[in-house]
């Protein structure tokens, strides 16, 4: 990484907690678990901070037993797709990804940041990619494909720039079936749509499927 990438970052990271201040109406100390997520020492709020490019992007919820996460990808073509989905995706995932043989790039980030967001929620890395449930049904749904033993809810977003630029956004909850409160930092305006609801419950008979 370059000099000017890790300036870039470090400017993101300082944009996110700036955000975290006024979500929190203050700044508060910042303290890292044995997993490596930070967290505020003492107060029922979680929160999660993804980056990417101009992007500083947070996800936070309040509540005892809460936990939040979530990942932001830019919409572009990538090397290795094919690889990567091989090596990291259900087959349900890479059938949803090359519909009709034809790669769509749009759902191979959704696909990816839905797991990127489980795993951060878990405080796992993208190493422990191989431990991510499918996110599509056998019916070719979006849907969590794994028993839980607590409320998770996951939500997808598309981010719009002024100039045509198009990211994914996915958030998760763990503890409740809601939304968490997000928000972004960027450089450019931008428009922002939810395009997916994923919940699962304890009981499979009240999971619900995504709003697409």
């Known amino acids: 990484m370059s000099n000017g990438e890790k300036g870039h970052k470090k400017l993101l990271s300082a944009e996110a907690r700036r955000i975290l201040s006024l979500l929190e109406g203050g700044r508060r100390e910042i303290a890292i ?3 490596g997520r930070p967290f505020f020492p003492g107060v029922e ?3 999660n901070i993804s980056h ?3 992007i500083a992007a947070v996800s936070l919820v309040r509540g005892e037993a809460l936990r939040t996460g979530c990942d932001i990808e830019m919409i572009r073509p990538r090397a290795m797709i094919g690889e990567i989905s091989e090596t990291y ?8 990804i090359f519909s009709q043989d034809k790669l769509s790039e749009e759902r191979f980030y959704k696909i990816w940041t839905l797991k990127e967001c489980f795993l951060k929620l878990n405080g796992l890395s993208v190493f422990d990619m191989f431990s991510c449930p499918s996110f ?3 019916e070719g749904q979006l849907s969590f494909c794994a028993a839980v033993s607590s409320p998770l809810s996951f939500r997808l977003y598309e981010l719009t720039d002024e100039n045509g630029e198009h990211f994914i956004l996915a958030s998760a909850i763990e503890g409740e079936q809601r939304e968490p409160e997000i928000q972004w930092f960027s450089q450019l305006s931008l428009t922002c749509k939810m395009t997916a609801e994923i919940n699962a419950a304890p009981n499979p008979a009240d999971t619900v499927r995504p709003k697409i």
């Open 33 to 35: 678990d044995e997993h």
């Open 45 to 47: 709020v979680d929160f």
């Open 52 to 54: 990417c490019r101009y």
């Open 89 to 96: 995706f259900s087959a349900a995932e890479r059938d949803f």
């Open 136 to 138: 599509i049904s056998d």
